[in-house]
């Protein structure tokens, strides 16, 4: 089975995880400031902050931008549900903005539509939650000026996007947002096994999300209340987790940041690749917007149903059955049943449910030969025909 994703590791990566394995720390230690100076660096941002996974880093994200239990969150529904679920942890009350029919992130238009709309019934969001849909970077600049007009906070999920690039700047300098996260699940651009990071140029959410990763405790003096009572001295000052990363992973991080451009640009080669040798199919390729350079996480078709003999589930389990490890990427998060539960319907959101119908995402990944991506285009060329 040729999968639609996975992890690159090198004989470096190996001995970089073993060293760890060999030295003083294996929890949070120098290994974790290593990597978060590293990803800060590629991506020119002031600070990072790693944590256990990218689940946890949009649940203190979302904490450290004061989201409570009177607050909106908007999100896409084309997303993985932890984009959601970040809100309902904290107690938010969670609503979304359909997509754009080329990008698949959400709409610039439903998105002011729906902040007008909301501005006259008093219920604007907080936070708004941008997904960089495969890598491609949502229009920010344009959402950084609508948070201005109506005053939310914007924190990317950019789980799929480290790597890619915005205006000609790195996803993550957090230029148009508060914060932004990243992911290093095993199918993500690099891995750290699990892990997360979330990125902020604010000194003040900097200080919350460390204290938030670690049980809302602090040891530095100058966050106190009141006078130290000695060396061995902390204050939790706020309700925090155990959200940590751990050097091991860290280590395997920082040793996968070396090769992340490697890793894009093979990516970007096999996508374009791709482009080129699908083009004559009934299917719809993806669309790059002129402002963003994608690090190609997924590679998603849309098959031309009304020009296909056989349906989207016919075609996706023939893809299947010939080895081909295609998947689907997003059902929408409001059709879920528990979305449905707390009163989503089938038909809120049109355009991400269309997408639904007919999106499939075929394989692209680093080791990918272009050989195994020519069983992946002859299976489809036979499929489809
Ligand atoms: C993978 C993913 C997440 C969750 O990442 P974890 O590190 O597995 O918690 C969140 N959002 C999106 C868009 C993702 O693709």
């Known amino acids: 089975m040729i999968s639609y994703g996975r992890q690159d590791i090198s004989e470096q990566d190996i001995e970089a995880v073993i060293a760890i394995l060999r030295s003083d720390w294996l929890t949070q230690g120098p290994a974790i400031t290593r990597f978060e100076q590293t990803v800060a660096d590629y991506c020119g941002v002031k600070h990072a902050i790693a944590v256990s996974s990218a689940t946890a880093a949009?649940?203190?994200a979302c904490l450290a931008s004061g989201l409570g239990d009177r607050d909106l969150l908007w999100t896409s529904p084309n997303?993985?549900?932890a984009s959601a679920n970040c809100g309902l942890y904290c107690g938010a009350k969670v609503n979304f903005v359909d997509i754009d029919p080329?990008?698949?992130?959400l709409s610039i238009d439903e998105l002011e539509k729906k902040l007008t709309k909301a501005a006259k019934q008093k219920c604007l969001p907080k936070v708004l939650i941008p997904v960089h849909f495969a890598g491609q970077s949502c229009e920010m600049e344009k959402i950084a000026a609508l948070s201005q007009q109506y005053g939310f906070k914007v924190i990317e999920d950019a789980s799929h996007a480290i790597g890619s690039k915005y205006h000609g700047k790195a996803i993550g300098c957090c230029e148009f947002s508060e914060m932004a996260i990243f992911s290093f699940h095993p199918v993500k651009i690099i891995t750290t096994g699990e892990g997360g990071m979330i990125l902020t140029n604010h000194q003040d959410l900097y200080e919350k999300l460390m204290r938030l990763r670690s049980h809302g405790i602090t040891r530095n003096p100058d966050l106190m209340q009141g006078e130290s009572h000695g060396a061995w001295y902390y204050q939790q000052l706020d309700l925090g987790f155990n959200y940590r990363m751990?050097?091991?992973?860290?280590a395997l991080g920082t040793s996968q940041m070396q090769r992340l451009d490697e890793f894009?640009?093979?990516?970007?080669?096999l996508a374009q690749r791709y482009d080129r040798l699908l083009q004559d199919l009934p299917i719809t390729l993806p669309y790059q917007h002129s402002d963003t350079e994608s690090s190609w996480h997924l590679y998603v078709i849309r098959l031309n149903l009304d020009k296909i003999n056989k349906t989207h589930r016919q075609v996706f389990e023939e893809l299947r059955e010939s080895g081909i490890g295609v998947n689907l990427h997003y059902i929408p998060v409001h059709i879920q049943p528990y979305y449905q539960d707390?009163?989503?319907?089938?038909?809120?959101?049109?355009?991400?449910?269309r997408y639904y119908q007919d999106a499939i995402s075929i394989p692209l990944y680093y080791g990918l030969t272009n050989k195994e991506?020519?069983?992946?285009?002859?299976?489809?060329?036979?499929i489809l025909s």
Do not use: C, M, W
Not at 102 to 105: I, K, L, S
Not at 264 to 269: A, E, I, L, N, S
Not at 342 to 353: L, R, T, V
């Open 79 to 81: 997303t993985f549900v």
């Open 264 to 269: 894009v640009t093979r990516r970007r080669y």
């Open 58 to 60: 949009l649940h203190i």
């Open 246 to 250: 751990t050097d091991i992973q860290a």
């Open 373 to 382: 991506q020519d069983i992946v285009i002859d299976s489809l060329q036979k």
């Open 102 to 105: 080329h990008t698949y992130n």
């Open 342 to 353: 707390i009163g989503f319907q089938s038909g809120d959101f049109p355009e991400a449910e």
